[in-house]
């Protein structure tokens, strides 16, 4: 037995994407694990439902991008492209960075807000501001490990210029 070499365990492939209509009963799925793991009741049905067909118009400044492990959705976030008078230009407010708890501490919630921070930076945002709770320690540092600084104990910001 010695000398032979462990087998590598294979890391599970993510794949990050703007929702598409076929992620609608997934989106609902996580949204309720979010707002369960937040203590917090979800919005109504309807008013999310309004949110997901918003977010696949071409037109909107709002866009949902998932994370998915062998074609099952697994995370989510919300990016929201927003004018502003700095350089006349725009931001990108990122909200509801979340992944189901059996899926953490794999790179997918890094993978997803990559994904959107490079959106942005292709939309001509001059920056990407994020909220989090002061107890979010885990998410507090993946914030700081992608490059955001924090501003006010809360907020964080991405420089893109």
């Not at 540092?141 to 992608?146: C, N, Q, T």
Request: aromatic share 10%; net charge positive.
């Amino acid at each position: 037995m010695f000398g032979r070499r462990l087998a590598k365990r294979a890391e599970p492939q993510v794949k990050v994407r703007p929702a598409v209509a076929g992620d609608r009963e997934a989106f609902f799925f996580l949204t309720e694990a979010l707002y369960r793991e937040l203590g917090e009741e979800r919005p109504p049905a309807a008013r999310l439902a309004k949110l997901f067909d918003d977010s696949l118009m071409p037109a909107s400044p709002f866009r949902l991008f998932v994370a998915a492990v062998e074609d099952e959705l697994c995370g989510m976030l919300s990016l929201a492209v927003v004018l502003t008078t700095q350089e006349a230009g725009c931001f990108g407010y990122l909200d509801d960075v979340f992944v189901l708890e059996q899926h953490r501490r794999q790179g997918i919630g890094a993978k997803l807000m990559r994904e959107a921070v490079d959106y942005a930076r292709r939309s001509g945002c001059v920056r990407v501001e994020l909220g989090t709770r002061r107890d979010n320690t885990r998410a507090r540092r993946l914030y700081e490990r992608l490059g955001f600084e924090e501003v006010d104990g809360v907020r964080y910001w991405l420089m893109l210029r």
